[in-house]
Nanobody, 124 residues
């Protein structure tokens, strides 16, 4: 079992930056990919970015590419999401997830383990 704990959420002004962290209780031997998702009230959960633990290869949703960066620190068993140029339409609960599925995917159904989420608000 992998336990994921997110932190770093808060309120930021539109155009501002925020860094989210996700620390895993178990890491290398469990998950191949770690990812960030977000879900706004009344909307479906949306994949934001994913990173392959073995090589740090990354993949981003088109809506965040160039503004968000996913990165990992293996020694700390932590994955980060650096978010910049945040938009007023991007407040949501942001979730960290892990999967042993071998292919790159931002489909939430592919992910086995989930954190409880951290709230991000964007003020205008």
């Amino acid at each position: 079992q992998v336990h994921l704990v997110e932190s770093g959420g808060g309120t930021v002004q539109a155009g501002g930056s925020l860094r989210l962290s996700c620390t895993a209780s178990a890491y290398t031997y469990i998950a191949d990919w770690m990812a960030w998702f977000r879900q706004a009230p009344g909307k479906e959960r949306e994949g934001v970015a994913t990173i392959y633990i073995g090589t740090s290869s990354t993949y981003y949703a088109a809506s965040v590419k160039g503004r968000f960066t996913i990165a990992q620190d293996n020694a700390k068993r932590t994955v980060y999401l650096h978010m910049s140029s945040l938009k007023t339409e991007e407040p949501a609960m942001y979730y960290c997830a892990a999967t042993s599925y071998s292919g790159v995917s931002l489909n939430p159904a592919r992910y086995n383990y989930w954190g409880q989420g951290t709230q991000v608000a964007v003020s205008s």
